[in-house]
């Protein structure tokens, strides 16, 4: 069984600058979900994809989308960047039930926003 | 509005020295409660999954609970590998799929 994969591991952009984030879901899941973590906090939900389709979003502005693919593969771009958007992206993925959902995570893209 | 508020942030242990973190919540339409290790720099690692009150889970030295209102991660004598951050997520429904809300997190230092 192959785990949720990320790359690139770590970036360094300058502001107004746009960035890709690479997912690869763990096999057999076919939802993801991103996270923005800023240091010393929790993961903060930026929004979910199920069958190719954003279906929850969190509070961050529209320069931040993304895409899943049909091999439940995921995107993250972000355009425009901002200083404070140097955090720890992280992708989860999990089996959608109409229950609980346990989401797996990855390693991570540390992203510096100079 | 939904939230997760984890106690303390952080707590300081003696190898063996038992002790409780804590995390209470006030959400709508509960589906699920998580406990995440996360260690400096890398992903959270799946720890459990609490679904009703009442609920126990065990896994080695951690035992998680759940109440109406919180849920507490029991660690009994733990050692320095123990070490790390402690996250706790609630999930709720959306229209169309859920979301999950994270606590802070709790630090926990074990010394030898």
């Known amino acids: 069984e192959t785990g949720v994969t990320q790359s690139p591991t770590h970036l360094i952009k300058t502001r107004g600058q746009q960035v890709t984030l690479r997912c690869s879901s763990q096999?057999?899941?076919?939802?993801v979900s991103w996270y923005q973590q800023a240091l010393g906090q929790g993961p903060q939900f930026i929004f979910q994809?199920?069958?190719?389709?954003?279906?929850g979003r969190g509070n961050f502005p529209p320069r931040f989308s993304g895409l899943q693919f049909p091999n439940y593969s995921s995107e993250l771009n972000v355009n425009a960047l901002e200083l404070d958007d140097s955090a720890l992206y992280l992708c989860?993925?999990?089996?959608?039930?109409?229950?609980?959902?346990?989401?797996?995570f990855g390693p991570g893209t540390r992203l510096t926003v100079l | 509005e939904d939230q997760v508020t984890q106690s303390p942030e952080a707590l300081r242990l003696q190898e063996g020295e038992s002790s409780s973190l804590n995390c209470s919540y006030t959400?709508?339409?509960?589906?699920?409660l998580f406990w995440y290790r996360q260690d400096p720099g890398k992903g959270p690692e799946f720890l459990f999954t609490?679904?009703?009150a009442g609920e126990e889970k065990e896994k080695e030295r951690l035992k998680a609970t759940l109440t109406k209102k919180e849920s507490f991660l029991h660690i009994t004598a733990p050692k320095p590998e123990d070490s790390a951050t402690y996250l706790c997520?609630?999930?709720?429904?959306?229209?169309?799929?859920?979301?999950?809300?994270f606590g802070a997190g709790t630090r926990l230092f074990v010394k030898a």
């Open positions: 609490l679904y009703s």
């Open positions: 989860a993925s999990s089996l959608f039930r109409q229950g609980y959902n346990e989401q797996f």
């Open positions: 959400v709508s339409g509960l589906r699920g």
């Open positions: 096999s057999g899941h076919n939802t």
């Open positions: 997520a609630v999930q709720v429904g959306v229209t169309g799929g859920f979301k999950t809300i």
């Open positions: 994809y199920y069958r190719e389709e954003e279906n």
